[in-house]
């Protein structure tokens, strides 16, 4: 039933570790996104996919990676884990209306608590 | 400056209230509008879009103003439900990249 699924919800690891979070979306939506929510609430696009091809890839530092092995998946891979990654990662998909290109919607996932200690 | 400004608040307002937050956005190329809500440790979720000639939902209207690139929410008859984090959101679009971008919220408690 749920739209867009994140796992693990919370996530502690310690410093220069490396670890994933998956994202799933049954949508049928062809966009999907990773936003980052710091401790300020300030919530940030790092990553956008289309079809599987990557559209948007902000300011974030190579340690972090984006896979999308299809069209309702995209997982985020972070290597060498530092005190400044916690924060809450969300995941989200859209698909832009046919009928009206100027309205569309976000869902989100649940949200994935990372803490690096 | 910020791309989407807003008054963090907090704002604490008792029930019945009417409350108004504000939004500001930098990019003139911004094309459409949106308000989120986002309840504690819980992920965003769309509350309205925002067209230009003003909108309303129930007890919530927001408005559009493009020459000053300012959106506003307003919330009639506040309920202890509408605490949350409410969320000034902006899309930007450029080829098949289809962007928000979020201010960082107002905080808003409703009390008894």
């Known amino acids: 039933d749920t739209a867009v699924s994140q796992t693990p919800k919370y996530l502690v690891t310690q410093m220069g570790n490396d670890k994933s979070i998956k994202c799933e979306q049954n949508?049928?939506?062809?966009?999907m996104y990773w936003y980052k929510q710091d401790s300020k609430k300030f919530l940030k696009i790092m990553f956008s996919?289309?079809?599987?091809?990557?559209?948007i890839n902000e300011t974030v530092p190579n340690r972090f990676s984006p896979k999308s092995p299809d069209k309702a998946h995209l997982n985020l891979h972070i290597n060498s884990l530092e005190l400044g990654d916690s924060a809450v990662y969300f995941c989200?998909?859209?698909?832009?209306?046919?009928?009206?290109?100027?309205?569309?919607?976000?869902?989100f996932g649940p949200g994935t608590r990372l803490t690096v200690t | 400056r910020k791309e989407v400004e807003q008054d963090p608040g907090p704002f604490n307002v008792p029930e019945g209230a009417t409350v108004a937050f504000n939004c500001t956005y930098s990019?003139?190329?911004?094309?459409?509008f949106f308000w989120y809500r986002q309840d504690c440790r819980k992920e965003p979720k769309l509350l309205m879009s925002?067209?230009?000639s003003g909108n309303e939902d129930g007890r919530f209207t927001a408005q559009l103003n493009r020459a000053s690139q300012y959106i506003s929410l307003l919330i009639r008859d506040s309920k202890l439900s509408d605490s949350a984090t409410y969320l000034c959101?902006?899309?930007?679009?450029?080829?098949?990249?289809?962007?928000?971008?979020f201010g960082s919220g107002t905080q808003l408690t409703v009390l008894p």
């Open positions: 989200a998909s859209s698909q832009l209306l046919s009928y009206d290109r100027n309205h569309y919607e976000q869902y």
């Open positions: 949508l049928g939506h062809d966009t």
């Open positions: 996919y289309n079809n599987k091809e990557l559209i």
């Open positions: 990019n003139s190329a911004s094309q459409s």
């Open positions: 925002v067209y230009s």
């Open positions: 959101v902006v899309k930007i679009s450029s080829g098949s990249a289809r962007q928000l971008t």
